[in-house]
């Protein structure tokens, strides 16, 4: 079982940058594939990104590839988002998800795909 709790979001202006965080509660947080998804109003929650229980493996959403990095600190058993170059439509709701798996499926891109989720913190990006 892990618990899940994002932060870090905030107002900021277009061209701004964010540093999300996910703490995980739970031993097994370094073995789980990690993603950060998000939901903007009236719209569907979609995949932002995903990171390897190590690290080594990253793939990013085309709308955010360049502009955000997705990175992790098992020894402090937390999840980053780091979103640089912000834009309005990068306003949303970001939540952070777990998968038990080691490895990255193939569907990495799918909700159904992670078993635990955070609440959710609100990114708004003003013009």
């Known amino acids: 079982q892990v618990q899940l709790v994002e932060s870090g979001g905030g107002l900021v202006q277009a061209g701004g940058s964010l540093r999300l965080s996910c703490a995980a509660s739970?031993?097994?947080?370094?073995?789980?594939?990690m993603a950060w998804f998000r939901q903007a109003p009236g719209k569907e929650r979609e995949f932002v990104a995903v990171i390897s229980w190590s690290g080594g493996s990253t793939y990013y959403a085309d709308s955010v590839k360049g502009r955000f990095t997705i990175s992790r600190d098992n020894a402090k058993n937390t999840l980053y988002l780091q979103m640089n170059s912000l834009k309005p439509e990068d306003t949303a709701v970001y939540y952070c998800?777990?998968?038990?798996?080691?490895?990255?499926?193939?569907?990495?891109?799918?909700?159904?795909?992670?078993?635990?989720w955070g609440q959710g913190t609100q990114v708004t990006v003003s013009s």
């Open positions: 739970g031993r097994t947080f370094s073995s789980y594939t």
């Open positions: 998800a777990a998968d038990p798996r080691t490895y990255i499926s193939v569907s990495y891109y799918r909700e159904n795909q992670y078993d635990y």
